[in-house]
């Protein structure tokens, strides 16, 4: 039985090919002193023999299981042991395998939800399981994509007991609609000292006042304790790329509020703060004593 002509030697695009990589794949090994520069032949081209095939069949097997070539390189030349590689490649194929399943997860939930509610954290998403499909509005998840950014998941599970008793409550939907627009309203040609901020930050309170009275009375607070330990069971899952504090995070979210409307939030917080202390808010000298509610109406 003959043999097939088994050549002494093989032209760069014949190894490339045995060993299942590319002329310039392996043009850049002799680049980066992977691999050693082979003779030529008379017609000036490179050929490769044995120990080259098997350098390159080497190469490609350590290449293909993720291991850098730099790595490589110095693996072959004795300078590290090749067990450090393989350490740090589990570690960043583990970080790998993490991220896959962390995606996989938000699809599932994506797919499960039909609706971007889906992309949220699990701890939104849960706190929200069993609210009656449509009820929820797009304005309402742009809020809880904020407020988890700012505040995280735990923020954005608590504040998605607000959006349980809108969408549950067509009255307090409909002052909480009546409450946007007018807040709308207050753009550049209303005065920050407008009698009408004061007027509508105390019709807010009034509003979220009433939203805190109806969570409690759905018993939603009494969940809370659940919430928390299941806030510090997916606490490492649940943390963004990039953190940052809340403040910071605040500073970074554009809203193109006029200054009455700044005024009106800063107004609207220190009477919550007040009624939830039992202090008694400091009201402008410039304003009225007793606000007419038909002002705040004029706004809408």
Same mark, same amino acid.
């Given at each position: 039985?003959?043999?097939?002509?088994?050549?002494?030697?093989?032209?760069?695009?014949?190894?490339?090919?045995?060993?299942?990589?590319?002329?310039?794949?392996?043009?850049?090994?002799?680049?980066?002193?992977?691999?050693?520069?082979?003779?030529?032949?008379?017609?000036?081209?490179?050929?490769?023999?044995?120990?080259?095939?098997?350098?390159?069949?080497?190469?490609?097997?350590?290449?293909?299981?993720?291991?850098? +070539?730099?790595?490589? *390189?110095? $693996?072959?030349?004795? &300078?590290? =042991?090749?067990?450090?590689?393989? #350490?740090? !490649? %589990? @570690?960043?194929?583990?970080?790998?395998?993490?991220?896959?399943?962390?995606?996989?997860?938000?699809?599932?939930?994506?797919?499960?939800?039909?609706?971007?509610?889906?992309?949220?954290?699990?701890?939104?998403?849960?706190?929200?399981?069993?609210?009656?499909?449509?009820?929820?509005?797009?304005?309402?998840?742009?809020?809880?994509?904020?407020?988890?950014?700012?505040?995280?998941?735990?923020?954005?599970?608590?504040?998605?007991?607000?959006?349980?008793?809108?969408?549950?409550?067509?009255?307090?939907?409909?002052?909480?609609?009546?409450?946007?627009?007018?807040?709308?309203?207050?753009?550049?040609?209303?005065?920050?000292?407008?009698?009408?901020?004061?007027? +509508?930050?105390?019709? *807010?309170? $009034?509003?979220?006042? &009433?939203? =805190?009275?109806?969570?409690?009375? #759905?018993? !939603? %607070? @009494?969940?809370?304790?659940?919430?928390?330990?299941?806030?510090?069971?997916?606490?490492?899952?649940?943390?963004?790329?990039?953190?940052?504090?809340?403040?910071?995070?605040?500073?970074?979210?554009?809203?193109?509020?006029?200054?009455?409307?700044?005024?009106?939030?800063?107004?609207?917080?220190?009477?919550?703060?007040?009624?939830?202390?039992?202090?008694?808010?400091?009201?402008?000298?410039?304003?009225?004593?007793?606000?007419?509610?038909?002002?705040?109406?004029?706004?809408?």
């Amino acid at each position: 039985m003959h043999l097939p002509a088994i050549p002494r030697w093989v032209k760069i695009g014949d190894a490339a090919a045995f060993t299942g990589t590319t002329p310039r794949a392996i043009r850049h090994y002799h680049a980066i002193g992977l691999l050693a520069e082979p003779e030529r032949g008379a017609d000036n081209r490179r050929r490769y023999g044995y120990d080259d095939m098997i350098r390159l069949l080497w190469i490609r097997k350590m290449a293909d299981a993720g291991i850098p +070539l730099d790595d490589i *390189r110095t $693996a072959f030349a004795g &300078a590290i =042991d090749i067990e450090q590689s393989l #350490a740090r !490649l %589990e @570690e960043s194929l583990t970080a790998k395998a993490a991220a896959i399943e962390h995606r996989r997860t938000a699809v599932r939930r994506l797919r499960e939800s039909g609706n971007p509610l889906g992309l949220l954290s699990p701890l939104v998403t849960g706190r929200l399981r069993h609210v009656p499909p449509g009820a929820l509005r797009p304005s309402d998840l742009d809020t809880l994509l904020v407020t988890e950014r700012v505040f995280g998941p735990l923020g954005a599970a608590v504040q998605a007991d607000r959006f349980i008793v809108l969408a549950t409550q067509p009255d307090l939907r409909a002052e909480d609609d009546r409450l946007a627009e007018a807040e709308a309203a207050l753009d550049d040609s209303v005065s920050p000292d407008d009698p009408r901020v004061d007027t +509508l930050a105390i019709q *807010r309170c $009034a509003h979220e006042t &009433a939203l =805190d009275s109806a969570i409690e009375d #759905a018993g !939603l %607070e @009494e969940a809370y304790d659940d919430l928390f330990e299941q806030y510090d069971e997916t606490a490492d899952e649940d943390e963004s790329e990039t953190t940052m504090s809340a403040s910071e995070a605040i500073g970074k979210m554009p809203y193109d509020f006029s200054p009455a409307r700044i005024r009106y939030e800063e107004r609207a917080l220190e009477l919550l703060h007040a009624q939830q202390h039992g202090d008694t808010p400091h009201r402008p000298t410039d304003q009225p004593s007793t606000a007419s509610t038909d002002n705040a109406d004029d706004i809408g």
